[in-house]
């Protein structure tokens, strides 16, 4: 069972202990988590439920390159890694 984590700059803004949850791709895997947090689902997608620009997702290391459907497979035994990107100069 996949395992969703999120880095301590999101738990700062929103509780978001690491969960296991059922999945196959980036989306149900996330969905698990905002059934049991809907608070979530806000911060880390927009209004048309792709990835706001400010998160990073990572599927055992490696970054996601579905940011609209988060359709990215997610293998029985990953990690997915929700971090808040980090941008400046």
Not at 27 to 42: D, I, K, M, Q, S
Request: hydrophobic share 45%; net charge neutral.
């Amino acid at each position: 069972m996949p395992k969703v984590v999120f880095t301590a700059n999101i738990q700062r803004l929103v509780e978001c202990p690491d969960t296991f949850v059922e999945g196959s791709d980036v989306r149900t895997a996330l969905e698990g988590v905002f059934r049991e947090n809907p608070r979530a689902r806000g911060y880390i997608l927009d209004d048309q439920a792709a990835l706001r620009k400010h998160i990073a997702v990572f599927v055992n290391r490696v970054l996601v390159r579905d940011r609209i459907r988060l359709s990215d497979p997610v293998p029985e035994d990953g990690i997915v890694y929700v971090m808040q990107a980090l941008s400046g100069g």
